[in-house]
């Protein structure tokens, strides 16, 4: 009796016990159909562009922004979830390579709801936000929510009324990698839109102890971090890093936290 797919991914993503369907389709069924899948799903991740991570946040941001659009039209209040549709269409053709550690693949808390259209209009402040790709979905996460070694993750922002911006990541080790601007800590000129911006790259995680602390700094004029890394170097307190501290005078910050 061949196993539904559903059925296979839920056991996978831990959402049911595999003990549950042992009477119905057989142990072993079960776990070489369960290997099948993860065998399909790792040629799948070696195979297609690295570009796929940041084409289906677009997606699920264009995607959003149209169903926001259609529901402004029939004045229908806005529904407070998260539609996945587009992603995982886009994701069933596209799919990021797995197997970099810490590193961009080519391509404040903020709660996870729909990306509402038109938002400029709204936001006044800078918002941070972080998506994760699982399976053949991309989920939008909020601050504080559990991530794995080998998550790929998503930066966007929104700039709200500031003009220039830096973003970077300290994990438990006290490792920090600088994801905007690449190359400096000079804080780079940040996109003007009524969406939010997805990075160039997204990011895998390693398996570095604790948390992932995302932080955003901006400020209306042209600023430097330089010093950053002699500051928080060897933090794994997340108390320091949340509470912005060691930020330069005229500079905002917010942060965006993973649990590990």
Request: glycine share 4%; hydrophobic share 35%; charged share 30%.
């Amino acid at each position: 009796m061949a196993i539904p797919v559903r059925i296979l991914e839920e056991i996978k993503n831990s959402e049911v016990d595999a003990k549950n369907f042992y009477s119905i389709y057989g142990k072993e069924n079960i776990e070489n159909a369960l290997n099948d899948l993860k065998k399909s799903d790792e040629e799948i991740l070696n195979t297609y562009s690295v570009q796929a991570m940041k084409a289906a946040v677009a997606g699920k941001l264009e995607a959003n922004k149209n169903e926001e659009e259609t529901a402004n039209i029939f004045r229908f209040p806005a529904a407070r979830f998260i539609t996945y549709a587009a992603a995982a269409v886009l994701l069933a053709a596209i799919v990021i390579p797995a197997g970099l550690k810490n590193s961009k693949l080519s391509a404040g808390k903020t709660p996870t709801e729909r990306i509402k259209g038109n938002v400029s209009s709204t936001i006044t402040s800078p918002l941070l936000k972080l998506y994760r790709q699982k399976g053949r979905e991309i989920q939008a996460l909020s601050d504080g929510d559990f991530a794995r070694s080998g998550d790929v993750i998503q930066i966007t922002y929104n700039a709200g009324q500031e003009e220039y911006g830096v973003i970077f990541s300290v994990d438990g080790n006290g490792s920090i990698t600088r994801h905007f601007p690449e190359n400096s800590w000079k804080a780079a000129a940040l996109e003007q839109r009524n969406d939010e911006t997805p990075l160039d790259f997204s990011y895998e995680l390693d398996n570095a102890p604790d948390f992932e602390c995302f932080i955003m700094v901006t400020s209306k004029k042209e600023f430097s971090l330089e010093d950053i890394e002699s500051k928080i170097k060897n933090k794994t307190d997340i108390d320091y890093l949340t509470k912005l501290s060691y930020l330069p005078k005229k500079t905002e910050g917010i942060t965006f936290t993973l649990e590990k």
